[in-house]
């Protein structure tokens, strides 16, 4: 048996663990794939049986088509359909839970934003994008509504204030430093103790700032608080305890 068989990967699956799937699953020999995808990534696996891998460098040349320049690369507020293989829950079970079993899985859409969208450079039908956005957004789909086109490769490079360029497994950041993207309202000791106790307290986000705040006293991060009506805080996520 010599030919190609077109494999729809799941996410958490190697390219190997499904071409010796289909090996097995056909009572062949021999098998083999014409590029590999990521264990995170979904989608098509071309799986070479028998003589046809002697194709294989053929078939792996063969590219993903980009649109003619220039792109409509999406700003602003973007509606997605997040893949069936994602982890969005669907009636309390992941998506890709029920799609490895094979259940008709609908994933609702739902709103995202993209802050900035650049193309970095382009050499032929391969492209590199830089891409800001908020979080739940799947970036491989913004990249295949381009056209005919996958994500090769994907890095985050960054998460809020902090950058990978900055990443080492042995150092723990202070709570205090971690939480420094959230506007401070310092407490005196009273109030400390009540915001740590849960109690509402006196106090706004500086400079009028809507949203959460954190509460520091003498000793350090209290809580994270939430505006209420009268100029209060309320404490939602406690560090005392």
Do not use: N
Request: hydrophobic share 40%.
């Amino acid at each position: 048996m010599d030919g190609l068989v077109l494999v729809d990967k799941p996410a958490g699956k190697t390219s190997h663990d499904l071409t010796l799937a289909t090996r097995r699953g056909l009572g062949v020999r021999k098998a083999g794939h014409a590029g590999t995808l990521d264990p995170f990534a979904t989608g098509l696996l071309l799986v070479l049986v028998g003589r046809a891998r002697r194709a294989q460098r053929f078939l792996m040349a063969l590219p993903g088509v980009l649109p003619p320049e220039p792109f409509v690369l999406p700003t602003g507020l973007v509606r997605q359909r997040p893949p069936i293989y994602s982890a969005v829950r669907v009636q309390g079970k992941r998506a890709y839970e029920r799609a490895r079993l094979g259940e008709d899985v609908e994933v609702p859409e739902r709103d995202v934003t993209v802050y900035r969208f650049e193309q970095r450079w382009r050499e032929g039908d391969r492209a590199a994008f830089s891409i800001d956005c908020s979080s739940g957004t799947y970036v491989r789909s913004l990249i295949a509504d381009l056209g005919d086109a996958y994500c090769e490769e994907l890095r985050r490079t960054r998460v809020g204030p902090f950058d990978v360029a900055d990443a080492d497994p042995t150092r723990v950041l202070p709570l205090e430093r971690a939480l420094s993207f959230l506007p401070r309202v310092t407490l005196d000791a009273e109030a400390g103790w009540r915001a740590g106790h849960g109690q509402t307290v006196a106090g706004e986000a500086p400079d009028g700032r809507d949203g959460e705040v954190l509460l520091v006293d003498a000793d350090g991060p209290v809580a994270i608080a939430e505006p209420r009506d009268g100029a209060l805080l309320k404490p939602i996520v406690g560090f005392r305890a």
